[in-house]
């Protein structure tokens, strides 16, 4: 690295372009309501000849120098790395970001389904693929995908319908204007979302002249755009003007810092609020007002509200099938009125709509509602009801049994307090948690259920613990969603991320079983079982010992075969200081209770034509539900 010389009379650094992503990305700064933090907090990477001599040598170049450091993290699989990115950023309320580099060709393409898990949920991570030569001293080289017809093709390529802003730098004075561009859609709480820069490995080695200027400090202000006058005004009337009105509070609330704005909107008003997963606990469970999830894995409080409601008021919400069981929840002459920052969002459902930062739209709403006479609060019995619903699917009345899924949850609750996070993404728990959990705290509900991913919760767990670091962090995983991805054990380990990981062993796919066994498919290849004579899957358990696995990758194990042995074992991991797995088999009987049966429709097409009647007669209520589905115009 040559010292600075000037050039042009404009001083510049010789640095390869690699060098100066690093330099540039450590000098990014964000802030809002007076918080300033780092942009890019560290990164993520495992080497291979796409980036070991590029980003790989910029970290160790600058592993001394205190104002350019970046820190680092070993990872063990690339999706895996932007989970734990993913995660890092969602507890960091979008304000902070983890960037991952990966090698070429596999490295890359590993990145997929992290990128559009990011960019669903609209939470940002910085990706920096390798990608093959720029100049094409050879064609092809290791890994290179060719493509007869189009010259400039990577497997990069297969990024960019994943990703919220996409470039590739193929020449080093190309890096200027596309790290501002990244820069500039990670802190944009509209555009945000995997943001994918492809660096060929030999541009990553090149030296350039950098202007110095490129280098200095930068602040990017996350803004809180405040609503039109006019759109304002249209919703002030038709809060006036509603006689059962109903909030619906999404993640945009939680990412605002939002939830004191609504709480005042909705005492204000006296207006129940419903909750969709990535909303879950921007009210505590006991607020007069929170009425529970909404939709198919909602309350039946929350549900029967719905059904009723002639104004509901979507708040940073993308209203997806589960919070709009399908299009058949709502009354059709309800009306819609939208408080989202994108405007994309905001005119879902035809709304009236209120473009605009979640907690600025709350707060001008309040204030412009005047002396509007609250509503009655015409719920209480409702939710009372569900919560001794919610009771009894928690009792475990035999301390030596073995416990069923429902049950974990109740030991668990009896444990946690605000301090506690609980991650989850997909199988049955998402139901179960959105139904019953009770959410002491603003972020201890972290579920991850924009693309419902199977193996986010253990990576995404080692990112909100380097969030939030000291506060017990829970991965709730089923045996299905461990085997997908149980790497990142490895590097919790390494890292001393004293993470707590809950595997439900039940011996198969028991979420999609139950679903196959809905729509006809009859729990078609969902078990974990040897074949059997007749071909299918029905033979006895496979001898699959996840608790040892989990040991073998360093995990301190505590196994519970009952109640009382779990009640002990949650308590243990609790308090551990060392990353913890609790191995737990779990009761399927139907003669245990469980939890609430969805209380709203799911659109899963069943075959038209069958001649088995399994499928006949699940087509047979498919079609009843699905002629209750209505288009809000």
Known sequence: MLPPRPRGGIPVTVLTVAQALVRFLAAQYTERDGERRRLIAATWGIFGHGNVAGIGQALVEYADDPACRMPFHQGRNEQAMVHAAVGYARQSNRLSAHAVTTSIGPGATNLVTGAALATVNRLPVL?????????RPADPVLQQLEVPHAGDVSVNDCLRPVSAYFDRVTRPEALIPAAL????VLTDPVATGAVTLALPQDVQAQAYDWPEEFFAERTWTVRRPRPDTAELEAAVRAVRAAERPLVIAGGGVRYSGAESALRAFAERARIPVA?????KGVLPYDHVCEVGGIGHTGTGTADALARTADLVIGVGTRYTDFTTASGTLFRADARFLNLNITGFDAHKQSALPLVGDARESLAALTEALGDHPPGEVRWESAK???Q???DAAYATPDEDARPTQTQV????????TGDDILINAAGSLPGDLHKLWRVRSTDQYHVEYGYSCMGYEIPAAIGVSLAAPGRPVWALVGDGTYLMNPTEIVTAVQEGVPIKVVILQNHGYASIGGLSEAVGAERFGTAYRYRAPDGRFTGAPLPVDLAANAASLG???LRAHTVRDLRQALADARAATVPTCVYVETETADTVSGPPPAQAWWDVPVAETSTRSSAVKAREEYARHVTARRRHL
């Open 555 to 557: 995990m301190r194990v």
């Open 409 to 416: 949850l109740g030991v668990l609750d009896t444990l946690v």
């Open 384 to 386: 009372r009801d569900w």
């Open 127 to 135: 990706l920096l693929p390798g990608d093959t030569f720029a100049t």
């Open 388 to 390: 001794q619903r919610t």
């Open 181 to 184: 561009a990244a820069a500039r």
């Open 275 to 279: 909750v969709t997963q990535a909303g």
